[in-house]
């Protein structure tokens, strides 16, 4: 069961008219715009198809019977866009989404979409219309502007509304650090692209941030302090960002499967083509990606995120 909280009401003027609905880690936090009366409400962000009908649930509550205009898509990873599907059929809404990879969701092509090579899963939908970085999302009498925001994501855009100082930062900056730096899996480099990011929020005139994981916060600065010394790491030691990454996408997994035995673990990796990349550039560890697999469980085991139970490994 998942156990998300949502922020509504808050004291704060510069978050009224916002509901935050905070989730776990398989899903992305999904944030509604409500709108002025009659305009429709937007939502920022749908979640993992896993808790697609949970999302349903929570957005139709938090809507009081407003209608929902729109969804718009921060990017495209299955955390952050997997319960559009469901929400168009639903409440026959639009999706939005950013315009880099609009020809490969119209053709549902699971290499770009990063999908097949990271082992990932979301359903199929449908876009209608494009969110790119330079636009204007108006909602609610706010006025959102759509910047680019690559590193996590080639195709990503952030939202800031300047009047009040509000950034839905996505994957960009989260309170202790940022989402791993998917190029860098595919060995392109992008760690300037993340460092350019955080350049361009550090101008911004931040209040509030609203990261795509983890709850709203208010201090900018020192959030980037802490994504910059995690950056630093990662390029002084590009293996150290493979590791952390590998870890990464093997919890994700596990939190969409919940439990899978050893033998299906060992086969996941071995057909995950992002798992196989890092295992070779890290020098072929344990001398085969499933002696690596058992070696990345047993850490993550001790570290008390996974369990072993007679041969599963578990979620924890």
């Not at 950013?98 to 199929?124: F, H, I, K, M, N």
């Amino acid at each position: 069961m998942i156990y998300p909280r949502p922020v509504t009401r808050h004291p704060d003027p510069a978050l009224a008219g916002l509901t935050v609905l905070e989730r776990s880690w398989l899903s992305s936090n999904n944030v509604l715009l409500h709108g002025a009366p009659g305009e429709g409400a937007t939502l920022v962000d749908t979640g993992h198809c896993n808790h697609a009908a949970q999302t349903l649930a929570l957005v139709r509550s938090a809507l009081g019977g407003e209608r929902l205009a729109r969804v718009v898509n921060t990017h495209l990873h299955a955390d952050h866009c997997g319960g559009n599907a469901l929400l168009q059929r639903e409440l026959g809404v639009p999706a939005h989404i950013p315009p880099g990879l609009w020809q490969a969701v119209l053709d549902w092509d699971t290499d770009a979409l990063s999908y097949r090579p990271s082992g990932e899963r979301c359903e199929r939908f449908t876009p209608e219309a494009m969110l790119a970085p330079g636009d204007v999302l108006a909602c609610g009498g706010r006025r959102w502007q759509v910047l680019a925001a690559p590193g996590h994501d080639p195709h990503s855009v952030i939202l800031f509304e300047p009047e009040h100082g509000v950034l839905i930062s996505a994957d960009a900056l989260w309170e202790n650090g940022f989402g791993v730096v998917f190029p860098e899996l595919d060995g392109e480099s992008a760690f300037d692209d993340v460092a350019g990011v955080l350049d361009l929020i550090e101008r911004l005139p931040v209040q509030w941030v609203l990261p795509g994981h983890g709850a709203p916060f208010r201090d900018a600065s020192a959030a980037l302090a802490r994504a910059r010394s995690r950056l630093a790491g990662f390029r002084a030691d590009p293996s150290r960002h493979d590791r952390h990454a590998a870890k990464v996408l093997l919890k994700f997994h596990l939190l969409e499967e919940e439990r899978q035995g050893v033998a299906e673990l060992h086969a996941w990796f071995a057909a995950t083509p992002l798992m196989q990349g890092m295992w070779r550039r890290l020098g072929a560890p344990h001398g085969s990606l499933a002696g690596w697999c058992d070696a990345l469980v047993a850490e993550l085991a001790a570290a008390h995120v996974l369990a072993v139970r007679d041969g599963v490994v578990c979620n924890a």
